[in-house]
């Protein structure tokens, strides 16, 4: 959401704010003495899945996991582990979960990133990328790295800012 203000000419006064959402972030009014408030609509725990799942696409997927197996639609969390627990992280908190990926037989697949919110439940929302009897380990804590990432930085940028197409702006890292 963006707000504008314009200035009175000659005149100091603070004026009102223009409200000028996302193309997709519904506005809600509430009635305050004196008019009418403009309010983003909240979020729903839906929502921010339909926008992550919208926003998952092959040129934000893992280049480790395409080495496996290229990403489809048909998968479309295959590869968005990592980059959307980030996500998650930066709308509710708490901290990363890192896992190992484990094959039918036993053999080491590469890892698997998931969410702990503050309020210690564990959120996965890509956990469906794995379909072939493939198994992830008991979870460690990972406190979010401050500032750029040193890995996966611009996908994880892409696909922060795809989801801010559906939902608004989004807290700050």
Not at 17 to 44: F, I, N
Not at 120 to 129: I, N, R
Request: aromatic share 8%.
């Amino acid at each position: 959401m963006e707000l504008t203000r314009k200035p009175r000419p000659g005149n100091n006064r603070p004026r009102l704010l223009r409200l000028r959402p996302a193309p997709s972030q519904a506005l809600t009014w509430m009635r305050v003495a004196g008019g009418m408030l403009a309010c983003m609509k909240p979020w729903t725990l839906s929502d921010i899945e339909r926008a992550l799942r919208a926003s998952w696409a092959a040129d934000t997927c893992s280049p480790d996991d395409v080495e496996r197996a290229p990403w489809r639609p048909g998968n479309p969390a295959w590869g968005h582990c990592d980059i959307t627990a980030l996500v998650v992280r930066d709308l509710f908190g708490g901290v990363l979960m890192l896992g190992g990926v484990r094959a039918r037989d036993g053999a080491q697949q590469g890892f698997h990133w998931w969410n702990r919110l503050p309020s210690g439940v564990e959120l996965d929302l890509t956990l469906e990328q794995f379909r072939d009897g493939q198994t992830v380990t008991e979870g460690k804590v990972v406190e979010r790295p401050p500032g750029r990432l040193p890995r996966r930085w611009e996908e994880y940028r892409l696909l922060r800012a795809r989801v801010e197409t559906w939902l608004g702006p989004l807290p700050a890292p």
